[in-house]
């Protein structure tokens, strides 16, 4: 299978845009998904269907029953304007995209317009590259924060950094993603936190929550098969056998999400995005899936 790597749907930015009820009822569809927050989705999910038809598949994504969509940051103005109208063509929003570290620091300007063209309010970089995850560049990185945090708050957005269990690496004991905590103001940079990247690196969202309360205004939501103990090497993408890796659907997984939900209030969770890297089912099965356990949790 020719996989679509994250680097790469973040460069080509939403897959090229290849392809172009009762209110009471749906008051009570809201108290039944966690925190009554509308249920999202990462488009990464569906990368390989969305770069063949990206309405289509947003409108299967609907359907499911998504209300929020995340994705990589389109390229420039006139994809992130098709890509809005797409979005809401099919009765979805998208409040955060996903940005390159190195589009960032180079263009941070016309990434900005670029997410208010898309009306998404959370501009997240990725990730660090591989040959800057030194406790020197996190330092850099999250001045660089500080400096853009201010001019995202000036046009309503807030950027952040999603965390990969690499971030949880110590230095002489200092913990890398710590320390862009500490550095970073709470009122210009906010953290997304992925619940399977923090307990890959056998670390605890819920303790996290409860140590910077107010920092984590998104989460990437997907679960972690059994059999594979947190902090343990092991490869996590697909092998022979077991194209999913260690991935699986929301709930069928090793991850207390009610525990995970009932402190994200403290947190700072204002949206929430499903995202499975690989999975055994189809996409479009996995994300049904994962959104059915969801939409039924109670907390």
Not at 110 to 138: F, K, N, W
Not at 194 to 220: E, I, S
């Amino acid at each position: 299978m020719d996989l679509i790597t994250r680097r790469k749907f973040l460069r080509d930015g939403t897959f090229g845009l290849a392809g172009l009820g009762l209110l009471s009822q749906r008051a009570l569809e809201l108290r039944a998904d966690p925190l009554g927050l509308p249920i999202g989705l990462e488009l990464y999910t569906v990368r390989q269907e969305a770069a063949k038809d990206v309405a289509g598949t947003l409108k299967k994504v609907a359907q499911v029953g998504y209300k929020e969509v995340e994705s990589g940051a389109p390229q420039n103005k006139a994809k992130a304007l098709e890509f809005r109208q797409v979005v809401g063509d099919s009765g979805l929003v998208c409040p955060s995209l996903h940005f390159d570290w190195m589009d960032l620091q180079s263009k941070l300007g016309d990434e900005i317009e670029i997410a208010q063209t898309v009306g998404a309010t959370y501009m997240v970089c990725s990730s660090l590259p591989d040959a800057e995850r030194s406790i020197d560049h996190y330092r850099q990185a999250a001045e660089f924060f500080n400096h853009a945090g201010e001019a995202c708050l000036k046009s309503g957005r807030l950027i952040g950094y999603h965390c990969h269990n690499f971030d949880f690496t110590s230095f002489d004991g200092v913990t890398a993603f710590d320390e862009l905590l500490h550095l970073t103001d709470p009122k210009l940079v906010g953290m997304q936190m992925d619940c399977f990247w923090v307990t890959r690196a056998g670390k605890d969202p819920v303790q996290y929550f409860k140590t910077y309360p107010g920092r984590f205004p998104t989460l990437h939501i997907k679960d972690l098969k059994p059999g594979y103990a947190p902090g343990t090497k092991t490869k996590d993408g697909p092998t022979p056998g077991n194209k999913g890796g260690t991935f699986t659907e929301v709930g069928r997984g090793v991850i207390d999400w009610k525990r995970i939900f009932a402190a994200a209030p403290e947190g700072g969770v204002k949206h929430y995005f499903v995202e499975q890297d690989f999975s055994d089912d189809s996409p479009f099965e996995s994300i049904k899936t994962s959104y059915d356990y969801l939409h039924q949790l109670q907390v």
